[in-house]
């Protein structure tokens, strides 16, 4: 299982040991310089997806990881109550999540405009043939 983030030209490879490999990728060239190993999990790894500043991480144990890009520093550990085998970040777009709201006592077109913070999604399917979805809003 593996993840590219879309800046950073780090290559992410999870391991049956429950371990991260993060690897330097080259503009030329299939050798890629093995940089840092991050023991994630107690089970195998089964899925890796990226926001802009955070790598998620699956794994047979039940456990979803949230890891910093920058630092590899765990951020939180969602428990999914069963075997995680897939992920997929939806991220939020400003444009798309904010919402307009009416004060009261305003009429139509006199509206004063209130924003609501983006919020990202992430989904999770799990081995019972369930799919679980977390509001990742501000930490994503």
């Known amino acids: 299982i593996g993840g590219k983030h879309h800046v950073m030209d780090k290559l992410f490879s999870g391991s049956m040991d429950g371990t991260i490999a993060v690897f330097q990728l080259e503009p030329y060239g299939y ?3 093995h940089v840092w190993t991050i023991d994630s999990h107690k ?5 890796i997806d990226m926001s802009w ?4 991480t699956a794994s047979d144990d039940g456990c979803i990881r ?4 920058t630092t590899y520093c765990l951020q939180r550990v969602l428990h999914a109550g069963n075997r995680v085998k897939c992920l997929f970040i939806d991220e939020a777009h400003e444009d798309e999540e904010t919402t307009n709201k009416a004060v009261e006592g305003t009429e139509k077109q006199d ?5 609501e913070i983006p919020c990202g999604y992430l989904y999770c399917g ?3 043939g369930y799919v679980q979805k977390w509001r990742i809003g501000q930490w994503m």
Request: glycine share 0%; proline share 0%.
């Open 31 to 33: 050798e890629f310089e």
């Open 43 to 47: 089970s195998s790894v089964t899925s």
């Open 53 to 56: 500043s955070h790598m998620y």
């Open 66 to 69: 949230v890891w910093c890009l």
């Open 111 to 115: 509206l004063t405009v209130e924003k």
């Open 126 to 128: 799990l081995t019972n």
